[in-house]
């Protein structure tokens, strides 16, 4: 009786350590097929350029190709749904940024995700300062003169967004809240067509990454006015802050980061996160990020969680402020 009852007892104590031997076994087997990095923007973007800038050292950490698709629409939303229906075994990661992971939650009453609940943080890669940008015809050298212009000549000029509700889109109507000055959104589908239009004169104020406002404002092909950090930004280093052109207090820094399906067995997150912070800590990514403009900025995947349940409560404040309502 007493052997009978140890060998129940025996096989209870196997069949519940089955799960588990699974999730090893799976953990140790990943990645086995190539990663897959969904953005909800189109190519040529902030995003992209990120992306492709960690895809190759990642590739190598982790022993499988890593390939960048592009599922764009709704200001992220589109991309954000196909990594949460997408199989929770870490080969379909999300990146994404400000916009879709804190601001889409505040602007739309019925989003589709939920970031908390529908996906797993992996790892934080950057913190991303935007630039004031004007096109050349434009006739303001400093914020200050482009604040005086706008306000003599009120709805006559536009400023182009990656898209409703982004960061592009909300950090221009937080300097316009902040100032009385009205201008009118013109929203698009991703950076890249905004900033496009940009530079031929369609749109004539923009709230842009500093990777991309660095490079054209060099070129004479962009004015940059001011950045949104608190300090000042290397690739733009003559260029002053927002609060040194006198709007008091305004420091607005997006971030980016990658995330995975909920679900996700925790092993495979941790092995995702220590690849990128592998990754990040290479000399030569964190010098090519800076002088794209981003600020290399890695979190761990349980860090990168508490940094998002402490930003989105910011951000939705942010919105709240400006006004914008997005269903």
């Not at 196997?14 to 999730?23: D, E, S, Y």
């Not at 914020?143 to 592009?168: D, F």
Request: with cysteine.
């Amino acid at each position: 009786m007493h052997r009978r009852t140890a060998l129940i007892a025996a096989s209870a104590t196997a069949a519940c350590a089955l799960p588990l031997t699974a999730r090893m076994a799976h953990a140790q087997a990943f990645p086995s097929k190539p990663i897959k990095i969904v953005i909800g923007f189109p190519a040529g973007g902030p995003l992209d350029q990120h992306a492709r800038l960690l895809s190759d050292k990642l590739q190598k950490e982790l022993g499988q190709p890593v390939v960048i698709d592009y599922k764009t629409g709704a200001g992220g939303i589109v991309g954000a749904q196909e990594v949460m229906k997408s199989p929770a075994d870490g080969h379909t990661i999300m990146l994404a940024n400000t916009g879709v992971m804190v601001l889409n939650p505040a602007l739309y009453s019925k989003l589709p995700y939920a970031t908390l609940k529908d996906f797993v943080p992996i790892a934080r890669s950057a913190r991303q300062p935007l630039a004031f940008l004007v096109h050349p015809s434009v006739p303001a050298k400093t914020l200050p003169e482009l604040i005086a212009h706008v306000k003599k000549n009120p709805g006559r000029l536009n400023y182009g967004s990656a898209g409703n509700g982004g960061i592009s889109h909300i950090v221009p109507e937080m300097l316009k809240s902040a100032t009385g000055m009205f201008m009118t959104h013109i929203p698009y589908r991703g950076s890249a067509p905004a900033f496009q239009d940009l530079i031929s004169g369609q749109v004539q104020v923009m709230a842009e990454s500093i990777p991309q406002a660095a490079q054209y404002h060099k070129q004479g092909r962009v004015r940059a006015l001011a950045v949104t950090s608190r300090e000042r930004n290397v690739a733009l280093p003559d260029v002053p802050t927002v609060i040194e052109s006198g709007i008091k207090d305004f420091d607005v820094v997006g971030f980016y980061g990658f995330l995975a399906p909920a679900g996700t067995p925790k092993p495979v997150v941790d092995r995702l996160s220590k690849a990128f912070e592998t990754v990040l800590k290479d000399p030569d990514i964190s010098s090519r990020m800076v002088a794209q403009g981003a600020d290399p900025a890695f979190l761990g995947a349980d860090a990168f969680a508490e940094y998002l349940k402490a930003q989105s409560p910011k951000w939705a404040d942010a919105v709240k402020r400006s006004g914008a309502k997005l269903d």
